[in-house]
């Protein structure tokens, strides 16, 4: 059977969301989930294929595999594997949690916090729209390029320091 499949990676602890990321797929049959990462769950199912921890330069294959990425944290600052998927041009599916929102902006779909209804209604949206996804995943590798790539953070942390000097110098 030929279904899209979300990838999840991190740590598998109740905090990070695999639990509801298991209990959306379920009610959705048509998905498949790859789980890469390590922690004391395991997660089971028969959507579900479970690898473990990966060596972190195997991650962009195992993405480049997947549609949709999901990561329904409780609490969560800037996540990398946020930007890496994004990086991969998937489209995310993430939690209001912390930074969350404005890390993805128009590079996927934000739901509620531990609301695993909104996470399988969202999934099920981008599961069903090909087209959704590529535009959505799109705008993310953008997105990344344009504002977590190292050239523009280091264009910004000097002209930051720049200010500074200039600052100091007209006032001493």
């Not at 602890?13 to 990462?37: D, Y």
Request: glycine content about 10%; charged content about 20%; some cysteine.
């Amino acid at each position: 059977m030929d279904r899209p499949i979300v990838a999840f990676t991190g740590h598998f602890h109740e905090r990070k969301g695999p639990p509801r990321l298991l209990g959306a797929i379920r009610t959705r049959p048509e998905i498949g989930a790859v789980f890469l990462g390590s922690g004391p769950m395991t997660p089971k199912g028969a959507q579900v294929l479970f690898s473990g921890a990966v060596p972190h330069q195997e991650v962009p294959d195992w993405l480049g595999a997947a549609d949709i990425f999901v990561l329904p944290t409780l609490a969560e600052g800037n996540c990398n594997a946020i930007m890496e998927a994004m990086a991969c041009g998937l489209p995310v599916v993430a939690s209001d949690s912390g930074e969350m929102p404005k890390v993805v902006g128009d590079a996927g779909l934000i739901v509620p916090e531990g609301d695993a209804q909104a996470l399988a209604r969202a999934l099920a949206a981008l599961a069903e729209s090909p087209e959704r996804r590529r535009r959505i995943g799109e705008a993310g590798r953008v997105r990344v390029c344009e504002r977590y790539a190292q050239r523009p953070i280091a264009e910004a942390t000097v002209a930051f320091y720049e200010r500074v000097l200039s600052m100091r110098s007209a006032t001493a």
